[in-house]
């Protein structure tokens, strides 16, 4: 894993992501790592999380999903591009499309782990497969279709 979490690279002004912004204190914060050539990002499920009593709301693990897709998709990108991970202009990706398969009940209170793997890369979109485990067990699956952020979305 890389020192550095992608999403602690994204600009202050692009961080309030209810998912993955640094800047957002409320928010899940997750953090995405390279590994090999494949992505990882864990994340333990609280309380306010559960669905069912013991069990994870689905809505989280979409939310885990799609934002570890995003932030896989702008590594990526800079990556692809031979620029350092938050180097001027901004690298952003946004969601074009998330398809999520519940697979198992994900447990509440355990330790989640994602990793993503990359099915089509070009400039201004990026395809990642995503798989959601829990205690070694394949709990969710998803693919984020991600597109570079239109530049009326934020101040870059």
């Not at 002004?13 to 995405?32: A, E, F, R």
């Not at 932030?71 to 969601?95: C, E, I």
């Amino acid at each position: 894993m890389t020192e550095r979490a992608f999403q602690d690279a994204y600009p202050d002004d692009l961080s309030h992501c209810y998912g993955c912004g640094k800047n957002n204190p409320l928010g899940h914060q997750i953090k995405s790592y390279w590994q090999g050539e494949q992505t990882i990002a864990n994340f333990t499920p609280k309380p306010e999380h559960t669905a069912i009593p013991g069990f994870v709301y689905g809505g989280l693990i979409a939310s885990l999903i799609d934002c570890h897709g995003t932030g896989s998709a702008s590594a990526m990108a800079y990556k692809q591009d031979g620029r350092a991970l938050g180097s001027l202009p901004a690298m952003r990706f946004v969601t074009a499309n998330l398809n999520i398969n519940y697979l198992a009940p994900t447990p509440i209170g355990v330790e989640l782990q994602l990793v993503g793997s990359f099915v089509e890369v070009k400039e201004r979109k990026v395809v990642v497969d995503i798989s959601l485990s829990a205690n070694g067990v394949l709990c969710a699956t998803g693919q984020v279709i991600a597109v570079k952020m239109p530049a009326s979305m934020g101040k870059q």
